[in-house]
């Protein structure tokens, strides 16, 4: 069964470092999702992209992070420079049937020291 | 602010019992509702998702609609040890929400042999 996969599963990084996460959505997926979940806490929409382009994102997606799909099958969020509080499992999320039925990977988690 | 809004429990049912989860929203124009699975340390898994009124049964699975009381809920038929987790009510919104999947802060149950 296809499934979105995420590399690193887990990244730990010194504050103010750049910290790229990637995911690989399933391959007939059109509609690409980044949503994070800080420790104990609820899943937190970051960012949607559709046809080259971010369709919508959070107030929590700020000038520090962006994201890109630079090949037909990568997806990758940024975070220029890292702080404390952006420590949390980071979920990639896909959808092929018109923005309904999302499907997660495993997430990547991020530790900022 | 669009909310969702779940008990957080804990919730404990014998094994072969129902359990019985629920959610309300706060955003009227709400059009897709979903209920995830999580287990701890791991990503959201789909188990459900309901767009009209009323009831949608799959396998020992029954999510319940009602969009005039804005509530959505899951039971849980023939409960197994293995349905320990935590379940996640998902919306999303009314209007040009893209996808935008909002959680509720997840309802853990506990299914004991």
């Known amino acids: 069964e296809p499934e979105v996969t995420q590399t690193p599963s887990h990244q730990v990084t010194q504050m103010g470092q750049e910290v790229i996460l990637r995911c690989v959505p399933i391959?007939?997926?059109?509609?690409f999702y980044w949503y994070r979940q800080i420790l104990g806490q609820k899943v937190e929409f970051l960012v949607s992209?559709?046809?080259?382009?971010?369709?919508?994102k959070s107030e929590i997606f700020d000038d520090q992070f962006s994201v890109e799909r630079p090949d037909g099958s990568n997806f990758t969020l940024k975070i220029r420079s890292t702080k404390l509080e952006d420590s949390a499992m980071y979920f990639c999320?896909?959808?092929?049937?018109?923005?309904?039925?999302?499907?997660f990977g495993p997430g990547t988690r991020l530790l900022v020291l | 602010q669009k909310e969702v809004e779940q008990n957080s429990g804990p919730l404990s049912v014998p094994e072969g019992a129902i359990a019985s989860l629920n959610c309300t929203y706060s955003?009227?124009?709400?059009?897709?509702f979903f209920w995830y699975r999580q287990y701890s340390g791991k990503s959201p898994e789909l188990i459900m998702f309901?767009?009209?009124?009323g009831d949608k049964e799959d396998g020992r699975f029954t999510a319940q609609l009602n969009k005039a009381s804005q509530y959505v809920s899951l039971l849980i038929r023939d409960s197994q040890p293995s349905d320990s987790a935590t379940y996640l009510c998902?919306?999303?919104?009314?209007?040009?929400?893209?996808?935008?999947?909002?959680f509720g802060q997840g309802t853990i149950l506990t299914v004991h042999p």
């Open positions: 999320a896909s959808d092929g049937q018109n923005q309904e039925t999302q499907y």
């Open positions: 391959s007939n997926h059109l509609y």
């Open positions: 992209f559709y046809n080259n382009e971010i369709s919508e």
């Open positions: 955003d009227r124009g709400s059009q897709s």
């Open positions: 309901i767009y009209s009124n």
């Open positions: 998902a919306v999303i919104g009314g209007g040009t929400s893209y996808g935008k999947l909002t």
